[in-house]
């Protein structure tokens, strides 16, 4: 793994999503440690020990150990169910396959950036998505439903009329 350490300082907490990894350098020690973002602060990874919010580094950059790069699929999704609070629990239908309905957990930083912290996106019924995505390691859903981990999401357009009669056909 090459990492160039690009920042220094406290992270901003409220700009990444929850189950974002960092590399990290401590003002008192110069061996790097991984932590990561959870919904109660910022924790080293396989332990327990917190770290303020607020602390300073030496260096720090995000990283990502586990991304399923081989099983990463680019796919169009229609947009069923927005969580306007959360990350987790997007309800989409496969643009090409209607019938086949999926959950997804956003994990795009820039996404969730301008849809939960800057409030810049609106979206609607019948929004089509393009979305890179791989089917989650967690997957504890109900065969009905699957659950996907979308790594990069891009409105590409509106087509509601088009989704109403294909629902209605179903």
């Known amino acids: 793994m090459d990492i160039k350490f690009t920042h220094t300082g ?12 960092f590399i990290v350098i401590r003002n008192n020690e110069l061996r790097p440690m991984f932590i990561r973002k959870d919904a109660d602060g910022i924790r080293v990874v396989g332990d327990y020990l ?23 699929v680019t796919r169009r999704l229609w947009l069923t169910r927005a969580n306007l609070s959360d990350s987790r629990g ?12 999926i959950r997804v957990w956003i ?12 409030r810049k996106l609106s979206l609607g019924f019948g929004d089509v998505f393009e979305a890179v995505m791989a089917r989650s390691s967690n997957d504890r859903t109900s065969n009905e439903v699957d659950l996907f981990e ?21």
């Open 10 to 21: 406290a992270i901003p907490f409220n700009e990444f999503p929850e189950d974002q990894k």
């Open 50 to 72: 917190a770290i303020s919010r607020k602390e300073e580094f030496m260096a720090w950059e995000p990283v990502s150990f586990a991304l399923p790069s081989s099983a990463l």
């Open 90 to 101: 997007w309800g989409f239908r496969l643009y090409e396959k209607i019938q086949r309905e």
């Open 107 to 118: 994990k795009d930083p820039q996404f969730n950036h301008d849809f939960f912290t800057e």
């Open 150 to 170: 979308v790594y990069k999401l891009r409105r590409i357009g509106n087509e509601n009329e088009k989704f109403r009669e294909l629902l209605d056909e179903l």
